[in-house]
């Protein structure tokens, strides 16, 4: 038999399913059980009212419609109260329930030959729930059921034959088997599924890994160069719906001369370190992308111009003063070009635009952050 997936024997999520699940079973089970007792008064109604009858009509309704009626009613009742309040002795409660049900219904109809073979439902109704020691506690039920009705009811004994007594015990034993060999493919079946959702479920989270790192930069742990410009074609979209952004290209000062001088690998030290600024500086609802190189690419949202010059001024302000123990002490300085997007000029010339403002932060001095409007 099929292992269970681990995952599923720890999940809370999984296990609380499968407990409302099993107590909408045992629910239907009770709701089938008031239609069975439905069915069964109509039926003897009907049989008295229209049909030839040997019982009066004192002896019928009492004792064969009204008693075993409220019986059944009572011992149904009795297992909804335990669903509601002991639901841990809800399986023993509804097989317990059926088993009685049906010795009243073949006690009722004893006349029927088949009659006895009501007895064989609640076996194969204990498949539902996959538990073979359900499946054989119930089966035990329908045999004491049986015995007692067959040792102490005379009337019911006088309609069987040997044949109907070995007939129904094979039925019975027959019954078992089939039922458990239901569960039991029941069972690898629910395992298939389990491990098939389990496997379609690590796929997605692997698919969802490699989207995101397909998405991000290595090293930076940024956007990248392809993401930004995803980024930036629906930015351009929404700002022609009016909700305009802001464009920034940050640029880290003689980064040649970083690498030239202590290596490549204190100058990808310097790319993180200025990527966490930039990460920490801006808003959930900005983009940070690397560009390319050591540049960066921002785009900013829900603000005015100068909120976004504030915050990439911020960006040049605090890496300006903070120093590196890799560039024995120094600190790296950026610089910066921004411009607002306008539906007056394209994607490209707003980037052009603001490429050119990097460029002039570049031949004025660097370690600053230029503007259409003004330069710092």
Same mark, same amino acid.
């Given at each position: 038999?099929?292992?269970?997936?681990?995952?599923?024997?720890?999940?809370?999520?999984?296990?609380?399913?499968?407990?409302?699940?099993?107590?909408?079973?045992?629910?239907?089970?009770?709701?089938?059980?008031?239609?069975?007792?439905?069915?069964?008064?109509?039926?003897? $109604? /009907?049989?008295? @009212?229209? !049909?030839?009858?040997?019982? &009066? %009509?004192?002896?019928?309704?009492?004792?064969?419609? *009204? #008693?075993?009626?409220?019986?059944?009613?009572?011992?149904?009742?009795?297992?909804?109260?335990?669903?509601?309040?002991?639901?841990?002795?809800?399986?023993?409660?509804?097989?317990?329930?059926?088993?009685?049900?049906?010795?009243?219904?073949?006690?009722?109809?004893?006349?029927?030959?088949?009659?006895?073979?009501?007895?064989?439902?609640?076996?194969?109704?204990?498949? $539902? /729930?996959?538990? @073979?020691? !359900?499946?054989?506690?119930? &089966? %035990?039920?329908?045999?004491?059921?049986?015995?007692? *009705? #067959?040792?102490?009811?005379?009337?019911?004994?006088?309609?069987?034959?040997?044949?109907?007594?070995?007939?129904?015990?094979?039925?019975?034993?027959?019954?078992?088997?089939?039922?458990?060999?239901?569960?039991?493919?029941?069972?690898?079946?629910?395992?298939?599924?389990?491990?098939?959702?389990?496997?379609?479920?690590?796929?997605?989270?692997?698919?969802?890994?490699?989207?995101?790192?397909?998405?991000?930069?290595?090293?930076?742990?940024?956007?990248?160069?392809?993401?930004?410009?995803?980024?930036?074609?629906?930015?351009?979209?929404?700002?022609?719906?009016?909700?305009?952004?802001?464009?920034?290209?940050?640029?880290?000062?003689?980064?040649?001369?970083?690498?030239?001088?202590?290596?490549?690998?204190?100058?990808?030290?310097?790319?993180?370190?200025?990527?966490?600024?930039?990460?920490?500086?801006?808003?959930?609802?900005?983009?940070?992308?690397?560009?390319?190189?050591?540049?960066?690419?921002?785009?900013?949202?829900?603000?005015?111009?100068?909120?976004?010059?504030?915050?990439?001024?911020?960006?040049?302000?605090?890496?300006?003063?903070?120093?590196?123990?890799?560039?024995?002490?120094?600190?790296?300085?950026?610089?910066?070009?921004?411009?607002?997007?306008?539906?007056?000029?394209?994607?490209?010339?707003?980037?052009?635009?603001?490429?050119?403002?990097?460029?002039?932060?570049?031949?004025?001095?660097?370690?600053?952050?230029?503007?259409?409007?003004?330069?710092?």
């Amino acid at each position: 038999m099929k292992s269970r997936p681990n995952r599923y024997f720890s999940d809370p999520s999984f296990a609380a399913i499968e407990k409302q699940r099993q107590f909408r079973y045992v629910r239907g089970f009770i709701w089938t059980y008031w239609s069975v007792i439905g069915a069964h008064f109509l039926a003897q $109604l /009907f049989a008295f @009212l229209f !049909l030839p009858y040997e019982a &009066t %009509a004192h002896e019928f309704y009492l004792r064969i419609l *009204l #008693y075993p009626t409220l019986l059944m009613c009572g011992i149904t009742a009795a297992a909804h109260a335990i669903l509601v309040k002991a639901e841990r002795f809800s399986f023993s409660s509804i097989f317990f329930a059926g088993t009685f049900i049906s010795m009243i219904i073949v006690h009722l109809n004893m006349d029927v030959r088949i009659i006895a073979a009501v007895m064989l439902l609640p076996i194969f109704a204990s498949a $539902l /729930f996959f538990r @073979l020691s !359900l499946t054989w506690f119930t &089966t %035990a039920l329908q045999v004491i059921g049986f015995c007692v *009705l #067959y040792r102490w009811d005379f009337s019911f004994r006088s309609y069987m034959s040997d044949f109907d007594l070995i007939a129904i015990v094979l039925f019975f034993a027959l019954s078992a088997v089939a039922a458990s060999y239901i569960v039991v493919s029941g069972r690898d079946l629910v395992f298939d599924l389990e491990a098939a959702m389990f496997a379609q479920q690590q796929l997605l989270v692997e698919k969802t890994v490699m989207s995101q790192q397909s998405k991000t930069d290595a090293l930076t742990k940024l956007y990248n160069h392809m993401s930004f410009h995803e980024f930036y074609d629906k930015a351009i979209e929404f700002a022609d719906r009016g909700a305009p952004f802001h464009l920034a290209l940050i640029d880290i000062d003689n980064f040649k001369s970083i690498n030239d001088t202590f290596g490549h690998r204190v100058g990808d030290t310097i790319l993180a370190s200025v990527a966490r600024v930039i990460k920490d500086r801006i808003s959930p609802a900005d983009i940070a992308s690397r560009y390319g190189g050591e540049e960066f690419a921002l785009l900013l949202f829900e603000q005015s111009f100068e909120e976004a010059y504030g915050l990439v001024e911020g960006i040049r302000a605090e890496l300006a003063k903070s120093n590196h123990p890799e560039l024995d002490g120094r600190a790296v300085t950026v610089s910066v070009g921004i411009k607002s997007y306008s539906n007056a000029f394209s994607k490209e010339r707003l980037f052009e635009d603001v490429d050119a403002l990097l460029y002039e932060a570049k031949r004025t001095g660097k370690n600053k952050v230029a503007s259409e409007a003004l330069t710092v």
